[in-house]
C-alpha cells in the first residue's frame, strides 16, 4: 500500500519561497508518476505539478510554470516541490500524489494521496 507524508508547508510573505516534501514508501515507484495538487477554500482541487519517477519528466500547470519545481531523490524515495516567487492566489492546502502510469494532470487519475499541508502566502 502506498504512503505518502507531506511537509514543508507554512506562512510567507508574498515573493517568498518554500519547499514542500513528499515521502513515499510501500512500494517500488519505478513506473509511477507522482504529482503536487492543491485544493484552496471552496474551489476544486486542482493540479500544480507531476513528474515521472523513472524518468524525471515533468508537467506544470500554466498558473506555476516558471515559478515552481518538481524533482525527486529516488535514493531518498522523496519529491519535492520547489515554490518561488509565491503569490496570495497559491494559498492552499498542497496534496501529494501517487499513480501507476505516466504522468497526468488529472486528479481523478491519482489512486493514492497524502494528508496535505497548509501553504498560505500573505500579501
Known amino acids: 500500500q502506498v504512503q505518502l507524508v507531506e511537509s514543508g508547508g507554512g506562512l510567507v510573505q508574498a515573493g517568498g519561497s518554500l519547499r514542500l516534501s513528499c515521502a513515499a514508501s510501500g512500494r517500488t515507484f519505478s513506473n509511477y508518476a507522482l504529482g503536487w495538487f492543491r485544493q484552496a477554500p471552496g474551489k476544486p482541487r486542482e493540479f500544480v505539478a507531476v513528474?515521472?519517477?523513472?524518468?524525471?519528466?515533468?508537467l506544470y500547470a500554466d498558473s506555476v510554470k516558471g515559478r515552481f519545481t518538481i524533482s525527486r531523490d529516488n535514493a531518498k524515495n522523496t519529491v519535492y516541490l520547489q515554490m518561488n516567487s509565491l503569490k496570495p492566489e497559491d494559498t492552499a492546502v498542497y496534496y501529494c500524489a501517487a499513480r501507476e502510469g505516466r504522468p497526468v494532470p488529472y486528479p481523478t487519475s491519482y489512486a493514492s494521496w497524502g494528508q496535505g499541508t497548509q501553504v498560505t502566502v500573505s500579501s
Open positions: 513528474i515521472s519517477w523513472s524518468l524525471g519528466s515533468t
